[in-house]
């Protein structure tokens, strides 16, 4: 019997990490929210926006390490994002944006720098993804929930999400659930 694992990952607009993710075997309970800040209490998304919580957009979610590993999630993130960006992803802006791993235990924090370290040789700017034990972890609205799947035809999914879908395509489909 496998043991269910969690992980926290952020690399900008939460819905474009929850839609590529949300694409992988061994993956469920895809949560879009926020962690990382220094208010205290759970922010709200306008809080967020502004920036002045330093709080990160994130998703958490569970995966089964018989199906997928953490390492091969963790290549999946590291390449459908920039992660040389400081606190960006293409036109958002702010610590909000920023890349960052919120690892459970120091085997998630160890396996972090450890696949950061291998990606780097893929990009000419250092990676600047922060690894970080995991804070407390804010759940978004619902309606910020399974937000790509729900809204495919809107501008910002076509557009932003929808490269990102098809480059995790075309790297890992090895990974992917069927889709119908």
Same mark, same amino acid.
């Given at each position: 019997?496998?043991?269910?694992?969690?992980?926290?990952?952020?690399?900008?607009?939460?819905?474009?990490?929850?839609?590529?993710?949300?694409?992988?075997?061994?993956?469920?309970?895809?949560?879009?929210?926020?962690?990382?800040?220094?208010?205290?209490?759970?922010?709200?998304?306008?809080?967020?926006?502004?920036?002045?919580?330093?709080?990160?957009? %994130?998703? @958490?979610?569970?995966? =089964? +390490?018989?199906?997928?590993?953490?390492? &091969?999630?963790?290549?999946?993130?590291?390449? !459908?994002?920039?992660?040389?960006?400081?606190?960006?992803?293409?036109?958002?802006?702010?610590?909000?944006?920023?890349?960052?791993?919120?690892?459970?235990?120091?085997?998630?924090?160890?396996?972090?720098?450890?696949?950061?370290?291998? %990606?780097? @040789?893929?990009?000419? =700017? +250092?990676?600047?993804?922060?690894?970080? &034990?995991?804070?407390?972890?804010?759940?978004? !609205?619902?309606?910020?929930?399974?937000?790509?799947?729900?809204?495919?035809?809107?501008?910002?999914?076509?557009?932003?999400?929808?490269?990102?879908?098809?480059?995790?395509?075309?790297?890992?489909?090895?990974?992917?659930?069927?889709?119908?």
């Amino acid at each position: 019997m496998s043991k269910i694992q969690q992980a926290t990952l952020g690399a900008g607009c939460f819905w474009c990490v929850e839609a590529v993710i949300q694409r992988l075997k061994g993956v469920s309970n895809v949560v879009s929210g926020y962690a990382g800040g220094s208010v205290p209490g759970h922010p709200t998304y306008r809080e967020i926006c502004s920036g002045l919580t330093g709080h990160a957009e %994130v998703i @958490q979610f569970d995966f =089964d +390490p018989e199906i997928i590993k953490y390492e &091969e999630i963790l290549a999946v993130f590291m390449t !459908t994002h920039d992660p040389t960006t400081l606190n960006r992803q293409g036109a958002d802006r702010g610590t909000q944006y920023r890349s960052v791993i919120f690892y459970h235990s120091e085997e998630q924090k160890k396996t972090a720098e450890a696949v950061i370290k291998w %990606v780097q @040789q893929y990009y000419e =700017d +250092p990676i600047v993804t922060e690894v970080s &034990e995991l804070p407390p972890f804010y759940e978004a !609205t619902q309606e910020h929930q399974d937000y790509y799947n729900s809204n495919r035809l809107q501008g910002y999914c076509r557009v932003v999400i929808d490269p990102k879908i098809a480059k995790l395509k075309s790297l890992y489909t090895h990974l992917l659930v069927e889709e119908n």
